[in-house]
């Protein structure tokens, strides 16, 4: 119960994750304070839902309010080859006949802030503006967090610190992890080291019906690169290049040593025919943004009176929207291991991260589908043409299906042309 300064739950950071965990940890009594450092809904990447994010809308009570949404209907993901060519789209609905096999197309200030509004509709507390310095810890249990006012910029440390005390800390706070930086949990995968430069435009061309709200990922005529063109509300587009650090950014410096976002973003589009074409009466609504899409890991999900999820705990490639269904995957998890907790009066490592395992290997089987879309040899129409028994397991990766069905029994066909890496285990504080 929440007593003064101290509450059963404090969730630092209001994405998708943090507001997932919030919610359905206070729909079962339990007093949650979520702090989000961005006083208002910001910009953000990552803005397509894949279907098995469906299950987690339902505990929320969301689908209704997505089902009244502007945002665009979703059935498929269509990949363009080199050359040009576009394969058929991998509709959902091919082997799943449910209604969950229709999503979004989300605009992430508007999507956000929909959730954390359906958090504070079940009791929780949201204080925008905070952002926590620091866990606070005695010995190995997470006892609370320091916060401040106002989004912390460098070198800032001027407005008072506030000691805010919780039984549970959930780390949510995405890319920053806060807890994993505190305690050097964090191992980047060295091969998908990427980078991506992405804008919005308004206007373009788009296909008509079922494919209207689809997923393009298109490649770049080396696969050196590739593109990604997802369909938002207000006729946006948004639109975004991924390839190699030394390839897209480092070795594409000016001889001043500036960086030209735009123009290298423009020297990609020429080698990706089929984009360009659809964006030949469209408007480039910001400049180029720069990001690091450096794939990483945690090697712990939780500790004593703490659990990592979402970015937090580990960051994948972008190439399949991975990324709100594994925050939203995770923060469910982790709140049914918290309100077990509460149940046993048990917040142990092992408890908070019971579900630690069962996420990893889901978000295994879309690692190893990630490295075989960046294996140059490797392509979805070649591999399918040769084993079309595998029809079914793609797709069901590609709806987010890793954890309601048995997926693994593609990849050992799919190892015969692609190298996976070896699994990385989780960890305990006792190894």
Not at 30 to 46: C, H, M, N, Q, W
Not at 257 to 277: S, W
Not at 324 to 343: N, R, V
């Amino acid at each position: 119960m929440k007593n003064n300064n101290k509450y059963d739950i404090i969730v630092i950071g209001g994405g998708p994750a943090g507001s997932t965990a919030a919610t359905l940890i206070a729909k079962q009594g339990y007093s949650v304070l979520l702090l989000e450092r961005d006083a208002e809904p910001t910009f953000k990447i990552g803005e397509s839902l894949i279907p098995a994010t469906y299950w987690t809308f339902k505990r929320l009570g969301m689908l209704e309010k997505l089902r009244a949404s502007h945002f665009p209907q979703k059935f498929s993901v269509q990949f363009f080859t080199r050359t040009g060519k576009a394969t058929n789209p991998f509709y959902f609905f091919e082997t799943n006949p449910h209604e969950s096999a229709v999503t979004w197309q989300v605009l992430r200030s508007e999507f956000d802030q929909m959730l954390l509004d359906n958090a504070e509709e079940y009791g929780v507390e949201v204080r925008r503006g905070i952002s926590v310095r620091k866990v606070l810890f005695e010995g190995d249990k997470a006892v609370g967090v320091a916060a401040q006012n106002g989004k912390i910029e460098k070198d800032q440390d001027n407005s008072p610190l506030e000691t805010i005390h919780g039984n549970v800390i959930v780390d949510s706070t995405g890319q920053r992890s806060l807890i994993g930086r505190q305690l050097n949990l964090n191992t980047i995968e060295p091969n998908l080291k990427k980078a991506s430069l992405f804008t919005h435009y308004e206007g373009g061309h788009r296909d008509e019906g079922l494919d209207e709200g689809a997923t393009l990922i298109m490649h770049t005529e080396e696969k050196d690169s590739w593109f990604w063109s997802i369909p938002l509300p207000y006729n946006r587009t948004s639109v975004g290049v991924v390839g190699g650090l030394d390839y897209l950014l480092q070795n594409r410096r000016e001889p001043d040593g500036k960086l030209n976002a735009q123009k290298i973003f423009e020297e990609e589009l020429d080698k990706c025919k089929p984009l360009k074409k659809r964006l030949e009466n469209a408007n480039q609504l910001f400049p180029i943004q720069t990001t690091k899409d450096f794939s990483y890991r945690a090697s712990r999900i939780a500790g004593d009176n703490w659990v990592l999820i979402g970015d937090a705990f580990g960051f994948l490639d972008p190439v399949y929207s991975t990324g709100l269904f594994l925050a939203l995957i995770s923060g469910e998890m982790a709140a049914d291991a918290i309100t077990e907790a509460f149940q046993k009066n048990d917040y142990s490592e092992h408890q908070l991260g019971s579900f630690g395992q069962r996420f990893a290997e889901g978000m295994e089987a879309f690692r190893k589908l990630v490295y075989a879309f960046y294996t140059k040899e490797f392509s979805f129409a070649r591999f399918l043409s040769e084993y079309p028994e595998h029809l079914g397991g793609i797709v069901d990766i590609l709806s987010g299906d890793v954890y309601r069905r048995d997926v693994t029994h593609i990849f050992p066909d799919m190892s015969k042309t692609c190298f996976f890496p070896p699994e990385v285990p989780l960890t305990s504080s006792t190894q």
